[in-house]
């Protein structure tokens, strides 16, 4: 396997006396889309967020997360985000009372030159709606705007967390369409709730249960095995049914199982 | 009728007095969430500076262009303040409110001791040009010119403030910092950058009031800017937190009804209705006039 683009070895978090991460590792490869998989609560956002830099201020990070030979903890996440990390929050998070064009321009860098062909050919009303107020969006714009304004950058790795969370079926398949186009370019560590999305995109998944890693491998070959689906994520073999159907050759690609904690 | 025209002008210099304390005060709230009683220092360390420069500094004086040199000064001196009490006592506290107010109401003591143990706790004659003492008639009423002067000063700090928010590449990062500071931060953006200038900007204009506060009032007294303060505090929470123009709004409306309620009821009188619309808007918006949103 070449060498990943992040590693995350023994990642423990504590947040106002709880201990949410407790000893995390895992990989995210160069190339693809990883997804962090999980029930609510088992610290997938706080995971993104610690590799990120933005765990509150009141919360202890312990452990090592590199990317390439670069150490993260302790550098500022503005320096972090500069080196090439870029964040697509849960929620979107785009500045409601600035314009797109201005949440845009938020996210252009002294001394480079900002991708606008590129976000525009992705996502062209962006490019139209220019002068709209990003607080009037509907929740698929918003959401385009986010990945917009972090892809206006050069990216090592994306950090996305729950991109389609809320969005009708429509714009699900919108969002990941334009995800699996990212991807072809940039890694990205995903999380991910919907199913669906994650067998068009994922090739590599990390399932967290309780604050640690319960399983990492093969993502289409997770979604396989009904078994183990529906004990870590807690749904039904129609959704394995469904992945089965459709997932073919790649699900034979098993790497690691490291069993279910 | 001149009565009424002369309430509304003096109610709107005395807005104005609140604005430009009130406006720096806001954003610094709504951007770093700092709760600064240590606001009104700013204001007496400007009323302060100016009056020395009057006298002292080469070029200034009570009149004319000196007097401009004098203000500049007092200005300067108010910013140069501000930023050293951000980067020195306030920077490493950022997310520990307690200690802040600690720190910030600590300060304020400090600093009006400072300005007693240094010139007195006497209010000092204000030294200002003759034409500020002078009125100016209005549709029959007779406007004192100083009260005019501040009007003329808030407006041009609004519309720079405006201006600054809506043009700049620092505008647009204060402006969407009070909305989501953490996202600005995950955009690659160093946001300390922005507190320093905003406090400087805040001890700037709260330092104008402090020089033309002189000019209004006539002297000049250690405890001013603390007395300033509490309706300026009550400005920024009628006008919704890191909102210039809800400030601005909020003056206005304190200022106006502060000056009639005085007027036609008993003196005092309007400090208390002044609670009493803090009251209600805390009770039907508690988010203020415009919310916490730094509008351009």
């Not at chain 1, 997938?44 to 919360?59: H, M």
């Not at chain 2, 020195?88 to 802040?100: C, D, G, K, N």
């Not at chain 2, 400072?114 to 034409?131: E, I, K, V």
Request: overall charge positive; charged content about 15%.
């Amino acid at each position: 396997m070449s060498e990943p683009v992040l590693s995350v070895e023994n990642l423990s978090v504590r947040i106002a006396g709880l201990h949410i991460l407790q000893g995390v590792s895992f990989e995210v490869a160069p190339t693809g889309v990883t997804v962090l998989l999980g029930r609510n609560g088992v610290g997938k956002t706080t995971t993104l967020r610690a590799i990120v830099g933005l765990t509150p201020r009141n919360g202890e990070v312990r452990g090592t997360i590199r990317m390439g030979a670069r150490s993260l903890l302790a550098r500022p996440t503005h320096r972090l985000v500069r080196d090439g990390l870029g964040y697509v929050p849960e929620d979107r998070c785009v500045f409601a009372g600035l314009t797109v064009a201005e949440n845009l321009r938020l996210a252009e860098r002294r001394g480079t030159t900002p991708a606008y062909d590129k976000v525009f050919a992705l996502f062209p009303e962006l490019d139209r709606r220019g002068r709209q107020r990003a607080g009037s969006l509907s929740g698929g714009q918003q959401q385009m705007l986010a990945i917009g304004r972090v892809l206006l950058n050069d990216n090592r790795l994306l950090l996305i967390d729950e991109p389609t969370k809320g969005l009708a079926p429509k714009v699900v398949t919108e969002v990941a369409e334009v995800l699996e186009r990212v991807a072809e370019s940039v890694p990205v560590l995903l999380v991910e709730q919907n199913l669906a999305v994650v067998r068009r995109l994922a090739r590599d998944a990390v399932v967290l249960s309780t604050g640690k890693v319960a399983w990492t491998g093969d993502a289409q070959e997770l979604l396989l095995e009904t078994a183990l689906t529906k004990s870590l994520l807690g749904v039904g073999s129609e959704v394995a049914e469904s992945a089965r159907s459709e997932s073919g050759p790649r699900a034979a690609q098993s790497r690691t199982k490291d069993g279910i904690a | 009728m001149s009565t009424v025209i002369l309430l509304a002008l003096t109610g709107l210099g005395l807005a104005a007095l609140y604005f430009l304390v009130a406006s720096g005060l806001s954003l610094v709230f709504g951007l770093a969430d700092v709760l600064n009683f240590a606001h009104g220092l700013f204001l007496g360390v400007g009323a302060y500076a100016t009056w020395w420069a009057a006298g002292n500094l080469p070029g200034a004086g009570p009149g004319g262009f000196g007097f401009v040199v004098a203000v500049a000064f007092g200005v300067l001196a108010g910013a140069l303040v501000a930023v050293l009490v951000e980067l020195v006592l306030i920077r490493p506290l950022y997310s520990r409110t307690i200690e802040q107010v600690l720190v910030t109401v600590g300060l304020s003591l400090a600093g009006v001791a400072l300005l007693q143990a240094t010139w007195g706790a006497d209010p000092r004659p204000f030294p200002r040009p003759a034409w500020t003492r002078e009125v100016t008639s209005i549709l029959g009423a007779n406007v004192p010119n100083a009260g005019l002067l501040l009007i003329i000063a808030a407006v041009l700090v609004l519309g720079g403030l405006l201006a600054f928010l809506r043009f700049t590449r620092y505008g647009l990062i204060i402006r969407a910092g009070v909305e989501n500071r953490e996202m600005v931060t995950a955009l690659g953006i160093d946001v300390r950058k922005a507190f320093t200038l905003v406090f400087a900007i805040g001890g700037a204009a709260a330092a104008l009031a402090g020089a033309l506060g002189g000019v209004y009032f006539g002297t000049v007294s250690p405890g001013q800017g603390g007395s300033l303060l509490i309706f300026a505090f009550i400005v920024v929470v009628i006008g919704g937190m890191g909102s210039v123009v809800g400030s601005a709004y909020a003056a206005v409306a304190v200022g106006l009804l502060q000056q009639f309620v005085n007027y036609y009821g008993t003196s005092g009188l309007g400090d208390l209705c002044v609670v009493g619309l803090l009251a209600v808007v805390l009770l039907l918006r508690p988010q203020g006039l415009a919310g916490k949103v730094a509008h351009a």
